[in-house]
């Protein structure tokens, strides 16, 4: 007979090893540092001096030798230094996504809800009346019994139609998102920076999709005097550049991808902390980053529009909050019907966790 053994509680069994706490700072370092595995065993070094992060029975020494063994650092046989491997990406992105998101669960395979019942395929707590057409995988049985001894009796046992209850299941949906990510100089200035915030919420948004929402596609597009596609294992190494901010560019590459994806419900995020100060003209560069250019705004604002017409809503998470920016955001948004956060870096990834989970976008 199968049962339950209870005993009392030690929180001694649920503390980390010492390879698990130095991991957890080591995977943030690498965000920080963009993959450099030397500079982040520098930093490691320096906070165990300060905070006594090892002991004499487990030192930096053995972490390191651990991160080797266990698949998490490999030597590269060209300049003799250690890269992370495959394992660690998907570690730190998973790591990102239980800083970010929370410890999710893994669902079966997941998709969005479009908020309508009906014969779908995921049930909900709600419950109605059985009605001609109903299918029989909806029957409630648990409340269908209860009613009917209820109605009629447990002596003299029946179910009629009456008894029936339905379980209300929800329709599930694809979507198709595009993620655009600022990398132009301006996202590490002002002594904030604002591109690892931007990493992490990539990372555990990649890491969200595919795993709970496997039908839906993600594609990661990073811009600044151009736009080009990156690999989601590409994030942890993700750097800012010497850039203007094209993001016409971003908008447009974005279209085209999406204009291919299948899912019949598509999105653009954007990250960015600016306003747009560059656009392309065939192959010389039209920069202004002392204002509000209406160049190359009526460019970002056409492309909004378009967007509108192929039911693509932009979402975009300002992460500054400049008062002078918000005016273009604002005609931005409501040239696209979308959406605007002026979130800060602290708050990027809630926004945009909440914004993605809320089912509340256009569906078809």
């Known amino acids: 007979m199968k049962g339950f053994i209870f005993s009392r509680f030690d929180p001694s069994e649920n503390k ?5 706490k130095l991991l957890d700072i080591f995977t943030q370092l690498l965000t920080y540092t963009s993959g450099d595995v030397a500079e982040a065993l520098q ?21 390191i030798q651990d991160l080797k063994d266990k698949g998490y650092l490999r030597e590269n046989e060209e300049t003799g230094g250690l890269n992370i491997t495959g394992k660690t990406e998907q570690t730190i992105r998973k790591r990102a996504l239980e800083e970010i998101f929370g410890k999710l669960k893994k669902s079966s395979i997941g998709d969005h809800n479009i908020r309508k019942s009906g014969m779908g395929d995921e049930l909900n707590a709600e419950t109605r009346p059985y009605a001609f057409g109903d299918a029989l995988e909806q029957i409630d049985m648990t409340a269908s019994i209860r009613n ?19 379980r209300e299941t929800d329709f599930k949906t694809q979507t198709s998102t595009a993620l655009m990510i600022d990398i132009s100089h301006s996202m590490i200035l002002y002594g904030e920076d604002r591109i690892t915030p931007a990493k992490k919420v990539a990372m555990a948004l990649s890491e969200l999709i595919t795993t709970r929402y496997q039908k839906d596609t993600l594609d990661i597009i990073v811009f600044g005097n151009d736009a080009w596609q990156i690999e989601i294992k590409d994030l ?53 980053s002392f204002g509000l250019d209406r160049k190359i705004l009526n460019r970002t604002l056409n492309l909004a529009a378009q967007c509108k017409k192929l039911k693509i809503p ?51």
């Not at 930093?43 to 972490?63: A, H, M, P, R, V």
């Not at 109605?151 to 339905?166: K, P, R, T, V, Y």
């Open 16 to 20: 980390q090893s010492p390879f698990e």
């Open 43 to 63: 930093w490691l070094t320096e906070l165990d001096k300060e905070y006594q992060l090892s002991n004499n029975e487990y030192g930096i020494g053995d972490f």
């Open 148 to 166: 009917a001894q209820i109605n009629h009796g447990i002596e003299a046992f029946s179910m009629q139609q009456d008894d029936l209850e339905i």
């Open 236 to 288: 942890p190494y993700l750097q800012v550049g010497p850039y203007h901010t094209n993001t016409v560019a971003g908008l447009e590459l974005a279209m085209d991808i999406l204009r291919r994806r299948r899912n019949p419900n598509k999105q653009i995020f954007m990250i960015t902390d600016g306003k747009p100060t560059c656009l392309k003209q065939g192959k010389q560069y039209y920069k202004n």
């Open 314 to 364: 932009i979402t975009t998470f300002m992460v500054a909050t400049d008062p002078w920016l918000q005016q273009f955001v604002k005609e931005f948004t409501e040239t696209n019907n979308g959406k605007a956060f002026f979130s800060g870096t602290d708050k990027l990834g809630q926004f945009l966790f909440y914004d993605f989970e809320s089912g509340k976008r256009k569906k078809l």
